[in-house]
């Protein structure tokens, strides 16, 4: 069964410093997502991702985070400048298709970031 | 706004009894319901949904769910619990009518089977 996947599984960073986490998402899905898990916390939704531009941000979702789709295969999720709070475990998810479309989202195991 | 409410921290039921985790949810369209089961150290796996149609719906692993419009809520159901199905469990909503298709998601219950 596809699934979608996510590298590395942890990262730890020293705040300041610049991550990107990778997914590779199933391979006939159109749309992509990021999620975050901040321990103890709700699972919030950071960005979507539709024919290489973003469809929807959250407010979390600021200008120290940016997504790429770099090629056919890859998505990633760039930190820029990471802060202590940053620290969570950052979920990658994927979906055949949106929009007013109804397919349910399969997520990645998760990278788990830890900024020090 | 989209809100989910999942108001049971966690769910403690024998195996071979039912179970029932409860969700309530706050949409301004059409809800899309889903629940979603993660298991240790793994990412989120998918349940079932409701869209539209019958309010009972049926999923994996045995699960189904019962839409109930008026009271706005979205609980998840097993008739015969087992103990691998000790995981935690998220309710999560979209709006109908939002075309980035951002799930928001309860803050999700831990289920405890017992032998």
């Known amino acids: 069964e596809p699934e979608v996947t996510q590298t590395p599984s942890h990262q730890v960073t020293q705040m300041g410093q610049e991550v990107i986490l990778r997914c590779v998402p199933i391979?006939?899905?159109?749309?992509f997502y990021w999620y975050r898990q901040i321990l103890g916390q709700k699972v919030e939704f950071l960005v979507s991702?539709?024919?290489?531009?973003?469809?929807?941000k959250s407010e979390i979702f600021d200008d120290q985070f940016s997504v790429e789709r770099p090629d056919g295969s890859n998505f990633t999720l760039k930190i820029r400048s990471t802060k202590l709070e940053d620290s969570a475990m950052y979920f990658c998810?994927?979906?055949?298709?949106?929009?007013?479309?109804?397919?349910?989202?399969?997520f990645g195991p998760g990278t788990r970031l830890t900024v020090l | 706004a989209q809100s989910v409410a999942q108001p049971e921290d966690q769910v403690n039921v024998a195996e071979g009894n039912p179970l029932t985790v409860k969700c309530t949810y706050s949409?301004?369209?059409?809800?899309?319901l889903f629940w979603y089961v993660q298991y240790p150290n793994r990412g989120l796996q998918f349940l079932l949904k409701?869209?539209?149609?019958?309010?009972l719906v049926k999923g994996s692993y045995g699960f189904e769910a019962e839409f109930n419009k008026s009271q706005t809520s979205f609980h998840l159901k097993k008739p015969s619990a087992l103990v691998s199905d000790s995981a935690l469990y998220f309710c999560?909503?979209?709006?109908?009518?939002?075309?980035?298709?951002?799930?928001?998601f309860g803050g999700g219950t831990r289920l405890m089977v017992k032998p």
């Open positions: 998810a994927s979906s055949e298709a949106g929009g007013t479309s109804y397919n349910e989202q399969f």
């Open positions: 391979s006939n899905h159109l749309y």
């Open positions: 949409v301004s369209g059409n809800p899309y």
């Open positions: 991702f539709y024919n290489n531009e973003i469809s929807e």
């Open positions: 999560a909503v979209r709006d109908g009518r939002n075309a980035g298709n951002m799930l928001t």
């Open positions: 409701y869209i539209t149609g019958d309010n």
